[in-house]
């Protein structure tokens, strides 16, 4: 079954905590990115990955941070530097082909700060 | 750099009736334009996309999109909406020429449908 997982569903953080949020894909694609969701705003990237071992920064990466050590996985650090990390956090992955990406993404995971 | 302006943030709308979702952009080079759903508490699906080619695309659901150029518009429409269709929907467009595939959203379109 393919697709794209995000755990935990839901996470608390306490005050000072870092907090890793999950995203695996087995849908073999190349590109993996992290998007922030607040209400009434969209989503804002916060950062993407083209290939393993190297990623970028999106619009909002303060307070965040990310690795890309397998092709399969994508993981997301909330540090205690984002003052505001209430928020639902989705995972996105994409395939190229020809000149177009098209993004598919997870189920997503709520943050909520105790 | 791009920007997407979903005209509006509710549309309220009675089952069987038609809907237009509106999303203009603003993009100094071409793109690509994408409309997405969300159920609560849910990811978000694609429900159609414009490339190239025929300015109408048709998408999952009954859905479809015209893209208009000469206005940058890609305005989202259903003939007759069902109770499951309420959800947000989100237009996003990509820079054509761009070597990411990164996205550009809209704030987003909440569809409620009423019996």
């Known amino acids: 079954d393919g697709g794209i997982t995000q755990s935990p569903k839901y996470l608390f953080r306490k005050e000072g905590q870092n907090v890793t949020l999950s995203c695996e894909q087995n849908?073999?694609?190349?590109?993996m990115y992290w998007y922030r969701q607040d209400p009434g705003q969209g989503l804002r990237l916060i950062y993407y990955?083209?290939?393993?071992?190297?990623?970028q920064k999106g619009d909002i990466a303060e307070g965040y941070s990310v690795s890309r050590e397998k092709k399969e996985s994508f993981p997301l650090t909330v540090t205690s530097a984002q003052k505001n990390p209430t928020a639902f956090y989705l995972c996105a992955s994409s395939i190229r082909i020809g000149h177009q990406e098209t993004q598919y993404f997870g189920p997503g995971t709520r943050l909520l700060v105790l | 750099a791009q920007s997407v302006t979903q005209l509006d943030s509710q549309v309220p709308v009675f089952e069987e009736a038609p809907v237009e979702l509106r999303c203009n952009y603003s993009?100094?080079?071409?793109?690509?334009l994408f409309w997405y759903v969300q159920y609560p508490n849910q990811g978000l699906q694609l429900l159609l996309k414009y490339l190239s080619g025929s300015t109408l695309v048709k998408g999952i659901n009954g859905f479809e999109a015209e893209f208009n150029k000469s206005q940058t518009s890609f305005h989202l429409r259903k003939p007759s909406v069902h109770i499951s269709d309420t959800a947000e929907y989100f237009c996003a467009v990509s820079d054509r020429g761009s070597n990411t595939g990164k996205l550009i959203f809209g704030q987003g379109t909440t569809l409620q449908v009423k019996p």
């Open positions: 849908l073999n694609h190349d590109a």
């Open positions: 990955s083209q290939i393993v071992n190297d990623f």
């Open positions: 993009s100094s080079v071409s793109v690509y």
